[in-house]
Structures are given as structure tokens and as C-alpha cells.
């Protein structure tokens, strides 16, 4: 299978709209990730910065860049670490910096040991400073430094900025909406993680432990040449009814539902995909109702994951299904409009018991991605190029108003959306969710 990227020429157009929304006087600088010690010198492995990566596609550490409008000298300025044939025997080979100009399109290049002393120039007779104060705070503390350092020297006609911009005001809006690469490169990760669900679904059985079943998971990824997008969960009878169980060392038992949320990145960009479904390959009554009612939620939500509804839209239509349903099954008591009309004293809708998460999230770079959900006080209107999950469920603890019969079931279904033209696209598609294909292809 071929493996889709982001061009280069991409990441430059990225730069370019950056640049022209940043205006003339302003100037935007971005680090890049660091590396984490894990346990005395062994290091986890290196991420990039998911902000750096989408505007200079760059995978070293110890870099920063910044992006200078109407700069003569160039505007897409890279400090980055240069060439060491010492250190790169060690720890791998560096572009250096022709490599960051030849590679990856940086306009000029510095070495990352220059940047105290050419930062303060770089700031100088800027009117702002676009950067996301908070996220690192030593970066912070040198780039108040360089400011400060301008601001002493104001009587010698020493410009310095004079207001720090949030940068996710600008390039969180462009990230949001993804473009036909970006959606190529979520597409080929989404079925990968597919196979994955798949394979876990084949080889699950009564006796296995959780982390087995997570290691089908790492087998598929890495053989794709991808890792998870984020920790694995594994969770069996009552574990699934813990949202973000990762402990995922439990023995499955004959009987008991497994829910597993599970993704593969690619090039920085995260799948996301939930699938519960019966250790033995066979669900009992009271979980087949319980799953066919999420899965009734999940499709009802992505119907209305299209173009001109609101962010909302989906979650309202998943959460009524569900509240239905539930009183069908007595799990709730009273009426639909009682069961999602909130008591007095603010007290949270009944259905809360049971679902108590909100029925998707942005997806892109980060699993859970960057993008308003509200403009002003409205809920978004969703538009092609956006990218969300869809991932109703239930989870039934046990508690004295719950009859025995449903205790400890816990339900997910989740699947990646694309939002089109003409309507949307499930990106995860390839994994199966009907309660027949699933008993099908565990019995084969």
C-alpha cells in the first residue's frame, strides 16, 4: 500500500498564509518539541510539535521557527542543530543547516546556539509577537528576555514588541480544516488502525489478557511504519466502563464485553477508532440490546455530521436515541422530555448515569485537535475539510437503580468523519460494527 504525505510544496503554502495573515508588522515564532527523559538518560521517543511540524514538516529536536514578514534577508527564518558527525554516530544524522534550506524550504538558517543572540534583532520594530505563551514555559522565559532586553534599550530609538498574540488564533483555524493530502495521510491511518480492530476481533477469546489483545495493535502499527496516536485501551467487562482505562492487564472472561479505543498516527496525523464487541464472539441478549442502541446513536449522529449543521447537531441526535432507548429498556424511568430536561438546581440530565461524554471531538494532528467548537456564543456550523470523531456509548456501573442484568457492560462505537460537499465520509469505515459482521467474523 502506498503511503501518502504531506508535500513540501504544502507546507510551504501553510507558510505563505501564515505570513499573509500575520501582517507587516508582526512576526510569529514556533519551538519545536523537546526531548523527554523517561528514565535516567533513555528518552522517549521524539514527537515533534504538532504546531512546528504543520508549518515546516521538520522532525528534529532543538529547533525554533520564525516567520518574519516582509523580511529582505528571507522570511521563514530555521535555527536547528548543525552537523556533527560526533553526535550523529551516536543519535542519528541531522539535517544541519543547508539540509533545513534544501529539505525543508527555510528561507535562512541558523545554528540553534545563535538564537539568544539573534532573536533580540529578529524582534526589533515588530509591533507584535504572534507565539503561544504557556505552552513551554523556559521558552517563555527567553522570549520575555529578548523583549526585555529591547525594551532597556527604548532611549537608543530601540523599537521592541508591544503585545504578545496567542498564534492559535491564526494557525488553529488553519489547521481545522484539513486538505486532500491531509486527508489522504488520515485516511491511510484510519485503515491501518482498521486492520488492527480487525485482527483484535479475530484473535480475542476467553483467557487472553488485555495487554495480548493490545499487542496485535502494535503489531499492526508498526508494521505500517506508524505508532499509536495515543495510549491504547484495552478494557474488559467492568473496565470498559472506565472512559480512559490503560491499565489493560486484566484476564478477559467468558461473557464480558471488550471495548477497545485505539488509533495509528501518520505523519503526525491521528486515527481514532472504538469497537466493543463479545470476548466469546457472541453477544448475550442484554448486550445486544444495549449495543445495538449505541449503534442506532452513532448513526443517527453521523447524519447529521454534514455541512450547515452545528457542532451540536450530532450530539443532541445521539443523546436523544440513547434516552429513548433507555427508557424502553427501564433503565430510565419517566418520559423523554424529563429524562433530558435538566432538575432543579442545575442538577444534570438522568441519562448522565449512563453517558456522560460529549459524542465527538476535532481529530487531525492531535487525537483530541485544535479548532473552536463555538464562535461567539453559537455552536460551530460544521464545513467541508472539517474532521471529527463520532463516538456515542454507555456505561452501566453498578449502582442500586440499575437491575443486575446490565451491570458492568460498558459500550463505545467510534469512527472518524470526514465532513464533504455533498455530506461526509467515514474515514474508518473499514472496521465492521454490525452486531451480525462482528459475531460473523469472530466465528470465522
Known amino acids: 500500500m502506498d503511503r501518502p504525505v504531506i508535500p513540501k510544496e504544502e507546507f510551504a503554502a501553510r507558510r505563505r498564509r501564515l505570513l499573509e495573515r500575520l501582517g507587516k508588522d508582526a512576526i510569529a515564532v514556533v519551538p519545536s518539541g523537546g526531548l523527554k527523559v523517561r528514565n535516567r538518560d533513555?528518552?522517549?521517543?521524539?514527537?515533534?510539535?504538532?504546531?512546528?511540524?504543520?508549518?515546516?514538516?521538520?522532525?528534529?529536536?532543538?529547533?525554533?521557527?520564525?516567520?518574519?514578514?516582509?523580511?529582505?534577508?528571507?522570511?521563514?527564518?530555521l535555527f536547528c542543530r548543525e552537523k556533527d558527525p560526533q553526535a550523529e554516530r551516536w543519535s542519528g544524522l541531522r539535517a544541519g543547516l543547508e539540509g533545513v534550506k534544501h529539505l525543508h524550504g527555510a528561507d535562512d538558517a541558523h545554528p540553534i546556539g545563535d538564537l539568544d543572540k539573534l532573536m533580540p534583532q529578529l524582534l526589533t520594530g515588530r509591533d507584535s509577537v504572534h507565539y503561544d505563551l504557556g505552552a513551554n514555559a523556559e521558552f517563555d522565559q527567553q522570549m520575555l528576555g529578548w523583549i526585555n532586553q529591547l525594551r532597556a534599550k527604548a532611549r537608543a530609538g530601540i523599537r521592541a514588541p508591544h503585545v504578545i498574540v496567542m498564534l492559535d488564533r491564526i494557525l488553529h483555524e488553519m489547521r481545522l480544516f484539513k486538505s486532500p493530502a491531509e486527508v489522504a495521510v488520515m485516511r491511510h491511518a484510519a485503515q491501518v488502525s482498521a486492520r488492527a480492530h480487525t485482527r483484535a476481533m479475530q484473535v480475542c477469546q476467553p483467557g487472553k489478557i488485555e495487554y495480548e489483545i493490545e499487542a496485535e495493535f502494535l503489531h499492526e502499527f508498526r508494521r505500517a511504519g506508524m505508532e499509536p496516536a495515543y495510549t491504547t485501551i484495552v478494557g474488559g467487562g467492568?473496565?470498559?466502563?472506565?472512559?480512559?482505562?490503560?491499565?489493560?492487564?486484566?484476564?478477559?472472561?467468558?461473557?464480558?464485553?471488550?471495548?477497545?479505543?485505539?488509533?495509528?498516527?501518520?505523519?503526525?496525523?491521528?486515527?481514532?477508532i472504538t469497537r466493543t464487541f463479545p470476548v466469546n464472539g457472541k453477544f448475550s441478549v442484554e448486550q445486544r440490546a444495549l449495543y445495538q442502541l449505541v449503534l442506532d446513536a452513532q448513526k443517527a449522529a453521523i447524519d447529521q455530521a454534514r455541512?450547515?449543521?452545528?457542532?451540536?447537531?450530532?450530539?443532541?441526535?445521539?443523546?436523544?436515541?440513547?434516552?429513548?432507548?433507555?427508557?424502553?429498556l427501564g433503565l430510565l424511568q419517566g418520559d423523554i422530555d424529563g429524562v433530558l430536561k435538566k432538575g432543579p438546581e442545575n442538577e444534570d440530565e438522568p441519562y448522565r448515569q449512563f453517558y456522560m461524554h460529549k459524542t465527538g471531538h476535532w481529530l487531525g494532528m492531535d487525537v483530541h485537535d485544535v479548532g473552536d467548537y463555538k464562535i461567539g456564543e453559537d455552536w460551530r456550523t460544521l464545513q467541508p475539510g472539517m474532521v471529527l470523531t463520532v463516538e456515542p456509548g454507555l456505561y452501566i456501573s453498578p449502582a442500586e437503580n440499575v437491575d443486575p442484568k446490565w451491570w458492568n457492560i460498558g459500550i463505545r462505537i467510534e469512527d472518524d468523519v470526514l465532513i464533504t460537499e455533498e455530506g461526509n465520509e467515514v474515514l474508518s469505515r473499514d472496521v465492521v460494527k454490525e452486531v451480525a459482521d462482528i459475531e460473523g467474523l469472530m466465528a470465522a
Open 42 to 77: 533513555a528518552e522517549y521517543p521524539f514527537r515533534q510539535d504538532s504546531d512546528f511540524h504543520y508549518l515546516t514538516g521538520f522532525n528534529e529536536p532543538e529547533a525554533v521557527a520564525v516567520f518574519v514578514p516582509g523580511r529582505e534577508a528571507g522570511e521563514y527564518v
Open 238 to 272: 467492568e473496565n470498559a466502563c472506565i472512559l480512559h482505562y490503560i491499565e489493560n492487564r486484566a484476564v478477559l472472561r467468558d461473557g464480558d464485553l471488550l471495548l477497545i479505543d485505539a488509533g495509528a498516527e501518520h505523519e503526525c496525523y491521528a486515527s481514532d
Open 307 to 328: 455541512p450547515g449543521k452545528t457542532w451540536d447537531d450530532p450530539h443532541q441526535a445521539a443523546v436523544r436515541v440513547l434516552a429513548e432507548g433507555l427508557l424502553q
